[in-house]
């Protein structure tokens, strides 16, 4: 993945031990506007991913000793997810901006092993990179990237990329209004039709994550062999069907929560070929 020598963001917050090292766009007019509008009369509605942080935190905010922040360290690895942070800014803002809204860029908090969320619980390692939509913020402990490599044999930049982009796109959904929607309607529902509506959300942020990918590309040409493959490799390997075969030798659908690996695949591949919001209504789609 081509990245080096492009802008950075500011919007970072180091949290990590020491504040140490370790780690315009074309494409057609997409219609915000219509799909929100479109989407309004159809969703159903069930649990969002701060649910599952604060039920995985024992149902509230933990009280713990919060590290103090620092300036974003100035390693490799930090300038590459402040680049891609940004280049998720400025795809964004240019998407809202054509449909007459303004984006508001999430910030991207680096962790070590734990850390406290606004409204979300506590933030483990062990639940991988996520969302907030209370305090919109993206928590990430770069631990994941290797433990990607080591036990699902996939990495590479451009699959990192991807899963920043894909939590970006849980904001995008936050600012849309979905992820409030979602979770403001989850007890309505059973567990099952709740774990059904939390697969549309995660494959509508993998499409998303898809679009990001197709605008950046096109105006910063930062994809080049074998990234895409390893990408759509990495969304294979952490699909619900396959992870629940490794770790469970069985595969259990009603309990899916982020889609099968053909899912995440087809979604994220068609937000990356077409670069169109639009294309990323999973919520209407008749098949996933």
Same mark, same amino acid.
């Given at each position: 993945?081509?990245?080096? @020598?492009?802008?950075?963001?500011?919007?970072?917050?180091?949290?990590?031990?020491?504040?140490?090292?370790?780690?315009?766009?074309?494409?057609?007019?997409?219609?915000?506007?219509?799909?929100?509008?479109?989407?309004?009369?159809?969703?159903?509605?069930? /649990?969002?991913?701060?649910? +599952?942080?604060?039920?995985?935190?024992? @149902?509230?905010?933990?009280? /713990?000793?919060?590290?103090?922040?620092?300036?974003?360290?100035?390693?490799?690895?930090?300038?590459?997810?402040?680049?891609?942070?940004?280049?998720?800014?400025?795809?964004?803002?240019?998407?809202?901006?054509?449909?007459?809204?303004?984006?508001?860029?999430?910030?991207?908090?680096?962790?070590?092993?734990?850390?406290?969320?606004?409204?979300?619980?506590?933030?483990?390692?062990?639940?991988?990179?996520?969302?907030?939509?209370?305090?919109?913020? /993206?928590?990430?402990?770069?631990?994941?990237?290797?433990?990607?490599?080591?036990?699902?044999?996939?990495?590479?930049?451009?699959?990192?990329?991807?899963? +920043?982009?894909?939590?970006?796109?849980?904001?995008?959904?936050?600012?849309?209004? +979905?992820?409030?929607?979602?979770?403001?309607?989850?007890?309505?529902?059973?567990?099952?039709?709740?774990?059904?509506?939390?697969?549309?959300?995660?494959?509508?942020?993998?499409?998303?994550?898809?679009?990001?990918?197709?605008?950046?590309?096109?105006?910063?040409?930062?994809?080049?062999?074998?990234?895409?493959?390893?990408?759509?490799?990495?969304?294979?390997?952490?699909?619900?069907?396959?992870?629940?075969?490794?770790?469970?030798?069985?595969?259990?659908?009603?309990?899916?929560?982020?889609?099968?690996?053909?899912?995440? /695949?087809?979604?994220?591949?068609?937000?990356?070929?077409?670069?169109?919001?639009?294309?990323?209504?999973?919520?209407?789609?008749?098949?996933?």
């Amino acid at each position: 993945m081509r990245w080096q @020598g492009d802008e950075q963001s500011n919007n970072v917050e180091d949290r990590r031990g020491g504040g140490g090292g370790g780690f315009g766009i074309g494409g057609g007019t997409v219609g915000i506007g219509s799909i929100v509008i479109a989407l309004l009369g159809s969703w159903f509605f069930g /649990v969002s991913p701060s649910t +599952i942080l604060s039920l995985l935190s024992g @149902g509230s905010p933990a009280q /713990v000793q919060q590290a103090p922040s620092h300036p974003p360290a100035n390693d490799q690895e930090t300038q590459f997810v402040r680049t891609v942070l940004r280049y998720t800014e400025t795809t964004w803002t240019q998407i809202f901006k054509a449909n007459g809204a303004s984006y508001q860029p999430p910030v991207l908090v680096l962790y070590d092993d734990h850390t406290k969320t606004e409204g979300c619980g506590m933030g483990e390692a062990a639940v991988g990179p996520f969302y907030c939509p209370a305090d919109r913020k /993206v928590y990430i402990d770069l631990t994941f990237f290797r433990m990607m490599q080591q036990r699902f044999k996939v990495g590479g930049e451009f699959t990192q990329a991807y899963v +920043i982009a894909h939590e970006v796109g849980h904001h995008v959904q936050n600012l849309l209004g +979905i992820s409030g929607k979602v979770d403001g309607m989850r007890n309505r529902l059973s567990e099952t039709e709740a774990n059904a509506l939390s697969v549309r959300v995660e494959l509508q942020a993998d499409c998303f994550a898809g679009v990001w990918a197709y605008h950046t590309n096109e105006a910063k040409q930062i994809i080049e062999q074998g990234d895409v493959e390893s990408a759509l490799a990495a969304a294979s390997a952490i699909g619900d069907d396959a992870l629940q075969r490794q770790s469970r030798g069985e595969v259990v659908p009603d309990s899916f929560t982020h889609g099968t690996s053909a899912q995440r /695949v087809r979604w994220f591949t068609k937000g990356l070929q077409t670069g169109s919001v639009e294309q990323c209504n999973t919520f209407e789609a008749r098949q996933l």
